[in-house]
């Protein structure tokens, strides 16, 4: 008897001692309790915040970095540099006003002229590219429907018996449909598509910094299905993917994006055309899943207004020394058509939906502020021979 009451004893304490040891140190628990404080209280910025709470919210963004695996802040001063000379200072507002504290990039573009309207956080915008993540999807769809391999409505086959066809594969981002089409365009149809539509080269018109984003000169190690899902072996910038999505915006005209950079530069403006894509045939197919994203799909944080539809794509990239986070879209409504790109980079906090909140608080203002009912008047289109 006194066997089984000492061997209940030592089960006790074991069990006892298991608990105590399994539970995680006070101080860790108390260190990530504060560290999602910050990313949470951050995160609240809103298009109302004042210099001063940006500030105080980059000052935190930066202490936080310090103690981070990745070399990017989440929050900077994203207006640090920039020349606005030139520049709609009503757009401009709005785009400052919506990026708020996060360190990245807006870009505002007239779809219907080519014509920068602002772009906050120039430097990052026009010195090199990165990874499309998954807004590389747009020219993937393109790509495909231009070669007859789907329509809107084909079910393409993932895995087991999961078939999904191209409004849903966008709205959802799907990687498996889209690595699907990669293979099946193979690399050297994808790269012809891809190089038409723009990438890999400067998408501005003597844009002083600009430089172009880059296209691997064969399939990448990871494969074409990474390559058309993820991006893998691209390099894209934020004004490569506007010059397209404004393409996809007026039915198929590929504008040089030009950046006047005076008054006088914006009053003799005159649009010039790179190339005409032959794509009106496939926006209409390709516009669902672009507006299912925002409606029901990644970009939800987009939608401010549900009688003014948005059509986006986000794109997601974690890993490495910083994560991005990107949104390209247009407003499908209204007279004046603002193709908008924005790029977050950073740390934690940082994501395609992410973004995509962004874009949604500049058109709430814009749309506010009237900016979106009216279209000014520019000189007829003028083709440039390349």
């Not at 390559?227 to 004004?239: A, E, K, N, W, Y």
């Not at 914006?266 to 299912?292: C, N, S, W, Y």
Request: proline share 5%; net charge positive; charged share 15%.
């Amino acid at each position: 008897m006194r066997h089984k009451t000492v061997l209940h004893l030592v089960v006790l304490l074991i069990f006892v001692a298991g608990i105590v040891f399994a539970a995680p140190p006070a101080p860790v628990k108390h260190h990530r309790r504060k560290h999602t404080h910050v990313l949470a209280t951050a995160s609240k910025a809103t298009t109302s915040a004042t210099k001063s709470s940006i500030s105080a919210r980059v000052r935190r963004g930066r202490a936080v970095a310090r103690h981070s695996p990745w070399a990017e802040p989440t929050y900077a001063d994203s207006t640090a540099g920039d020349r606005v000379d030139g520049e709609d200072l009503v757009v401009r507002r709005a785009a400052v006003e919506a990026l708020g504290p996060y360190n990245g990039t807006v870009l505002a573009v007239d779809a219907n002229t080519g014509r920068i309207l602002t772009l906050v956080n120039q430097k990052l915008a026009l010195t090199g590219g990165f990874q499309p993540c998954s807004t590389v999807k747009i020219a993937v769809a393109l790509a495909a429907l231009s070669e007859g391999l789907i329509d809107r409505v084909t079910p393409v086959h993932l895995y087991g018996r999961t078939r999904m066809d191209l409004t849903q594969a966008l709205a959802h981002s799907n990687n498996y449909y889209f690595a699907n089409l990669g293979i099946k365009l193979g690399y050297e149809r994808w790269a012809y598509y891809a190089k038409l539509f723009g990438m890999g080269e400067k998408a501005g018109l003597d844009i002083p910094g600009e430089e172009p984003g880059f296209f691997a000169s064969a399939a990448p190690s990871s494969g074409m299905g990474m390559m058309t899902s993820f991006g893998d072996g691209i390099r894209q910038t934020p004004l490569e993917l506007a010059a397209l999505l404004s393409a996809v915006a007026n039915g198929g005209t590929l504008y040089y994006l030009q950046y006047p950079q005076s008054a006088k530069e914006t009053e003799q403006f005159v649009p010039r055309v790179k190339r005409h894509l032959d794509i009106a045939q496939f926006v209409p197919q390709l516009k669902p899943g672009m507006a299912g994203a925002v409606e029901f799909g990644t970009a939800r944080r987009a939608v401010y207004d549900a009688e003014a539809p948005v059509c986006g794509k986000t794109g997601t990239c974690t890993g490495g020394t910083a994560h991005l986070g990107w949104f390209g879209s247009f407003n499908d409504f209204g007279q004046n058509r603002i193709v908008t790109v924005v790029l977050l980079t950073g740390a934690r906090g940082v994501s395609g939906p992410i973004a995509s909140s962004v874009a949604g608080g500049f058109y709430r203002k814009l749309a506010q502020e009237g900016y979106l009912g009216h279209r000014p008047l520019f000189s007829p289109a003028v083709l440039i021979p390349r």
